[in-house]
């Protein structure tokens, strides 16, 4: 019933700001050109050096014009002396300098569509490895005791009840972490949303929602989404894209120091490191879906080995008391051979 009034009350949010998130996602979709052009120009601008990095100047040179006089006709009239013009006027303006940066990249159409495509490809498989995970996850929540039973069928029966309480810790860690990630990408989305909406950010809602999805994936997703927040204040100034920088730096900051430890109390602290690189084992190993099943998995591991490394006092092992072994007709005809012999 939980799982279904959450999808209902997702759908009823969702036809809800359907029409302002389509209207701003399309402006967002037209402003980020823009954006781009404008750092372009910036670049070409302030730092011509990193401008001629991303886009060398071409250094091969049209053919001069005295090399076809010999060809011309010797008895041709003498051209007309032209005024010479001002070194001022011949100055390249700095869009100029922004459309070698433009060339440059359209030189690179190619690696660039090949680049597209391979993102394209991976998007759709983690996207059809999320279904499976999503679809997997509401199965097992609808019935969660029948495959409870059936792991603990697998049990020997002296150690099902020690199992079941750890299938019930494993549980209650899981529900608290989905928890807090459902709480916390709720408030990022709505404090993301109204903090760039005050401060004249365009796209504010689409950019807010960015927000709270990505906050999903911890550390990565965060920086990921600051990205086309940036870039949209770079369409006003690069005061405003520094502005809206810092904004999501104080959200973060304000997350990790006191939304996340009380949402929660302390029922499973994971170590920060630890963390970290589980999530870049994952995602070497997975791509980029194992960044979301990171958390959930190192959550899992550490109730497991709390439970039965540490808290968990194993029963010794069986002692086997063995029989005295029965001396066979033949030994016993033999002698002792701890008895000395007799004299």
């Given at each position: 019933g939980v799982v279904f009034g959450t999808v209902g009350l997702l759908i009823l949010v969702a036809l809800w700001t359907g029409p302002t998130l389509a209207e701003q996602?399309?402006?967002?979709?037209?402003?980020?050109?823009?954006?781009v052009n404008k750092l372009e120009a910036y670049l070409a601008e302030r730092q011509p050096a990193l401008l001629d990095l991303l886009a060398p100047k071409d250094t091969g040179t049209a053919p001069a014009?005295?090399?076809?006089?010999?060809?011309?006709?010797?008895?041709?009239?003498?051209?007309?002396?032209?005024?010479?013009?001002?070194?001022?006027?011949?100055?390249?303006?700095?869009a100029a300098s922004s459309g070698r940066l433009i060339t440059a990249m359209q030189g690179r159409s190619g690696d660039l569509s090949s680049l597209a495509l391979g993102v394209l490809q991976s998007?759709?498989?983690?996207?059809?490895?999320?279904l499976l995970v999503v679809f997997t996850a509401v199965y097992i929540a609808a019935d969660p005791?029948?495959?409870?039973?059936?792991?603990?069928?697998?049990?020997?029966?002296?150690?099902?009840?020690?199992?079941?309480?750890?299938?019930?810790?494993?549980?209650?860690?899981?529900?608290?972490?989905?928890?807090?990630?459902?709480?916390?990408?709720?408030?990022?989305?709505?404090?993301t949303t109204i903090i760039l909406a005050l401060i004249g950010v365009r796209g504010a809602l689409p950019l807010g929602v960015i927000a709270g999805i990505f906050e999903f994936i911890p550390n990565v997703g965060p920086t990921l989404s600051a990205v086309p927040a940036i870039l949209m204040g770079l369409v006003d100034s690069p005061q405003?894209?520094?502005?809206?920088?810092?904004?999501?730096?104080?959200?973060?900051?304000?997350e990790n120091n006191l939304l996340i430890p009380y949402l929660m109390s302390e029922q499973l602290d994971l170590p920060p490191a630890l963390t970290l690189i589980t999530?870049?084992?994952?995602?070497?190993?997975?791509?980029?879906?194992?960044?979301?099943?990171?958390?959930?998995?190192?959550?899992?591991?550490?109730v497991m080995v709390r439970m039965l490394w540490i808290e968990d006092d194993l029963p010794p092992l069986p002692t086997i008391e063995y029989p005295a072994a029965r001396r066979t007709q033949l030994l016993r005809m033999l002698p002792d051979l701890d008895e000395p012999p007799a004299k």
């Open positions: 996602s399309g402006e967002l979709r037209t402003k980020l050109p823009e954006a014009a005295p090399n076809a006089a010999p060809n011309a006709a010797p008895n041709a009239a003498p051209a007309a002396t032209t005024p010479a013009v001002p070194a001022a006027a011949t100055t390249p303006a700095p998007t759709l498989a983690v996207f059809a490895a999320a005791d029948t495959y409870r039973r059936g792991i603990l069928l697998l049990i020997p029966n002296y150690r099902r009840d020690r199992v079941a309480e750890l299938l019930d810790a494993l549980g209650g860690a899981l529900k608290t972490w989905f928890a807090t990630q459902l709480i916390a990408m709720l408030v990022i989305g709505v404090v405003m894209a520094l502005t809206v920088a810092g904004v999501y730096w104080g959200i973060q900051f304000l999530q870049v084992v994952m995602a070497t190993v997975f791509g980029f879906l194992g960044l979301f099943v990171a958390i959930p998995l190192l959550a899992t591991i550490v």
